[in-house]
């Protein structure tokens, strides 16, 4: 029988400023503790306005979209975004 690796903890808490979907993504530019920043996950129900937790994820510095012809000077990729308004 496999067994399925746990979720990792929804540490962070942040306030969406804005949303950018994309196929099989969502780009969301939040604020936390007076700073901006900006997350990537898969397709998620979040809006403006909207508290969100979230994992960790991973920081990456100088990312590039091909599909928003775009580079973000940081962004973090998280597996699991919750709504938790």
Do not use: C, H
């Not at 920081?59 to 940081?74: D, G, Q």
């Amino acid at each position: 029988m496999a067994s399925v690796a746990p979720k990792p903890p929804l540490t962070q808490k942040a306030q969406v400023l804005s949303t950018i979907n994309v196929t099989q993504f969502t780009y969301l530019e939040v604020k936390q503790d007076n700073n901006t920043r900006w997350l990537a996950t898969t397709t998620s129900a979040a809006k403006k306005g909207d508290t969100i937790q979230f994992e960790d994820g991973t920081l990456m510095t100088n990312f590039y979209s091909k599909v928003l012809n775009r580079t973000f000077p940081s962004i973090t990729f998280v597996g699991n975004v919750v709504v938790a308004n």
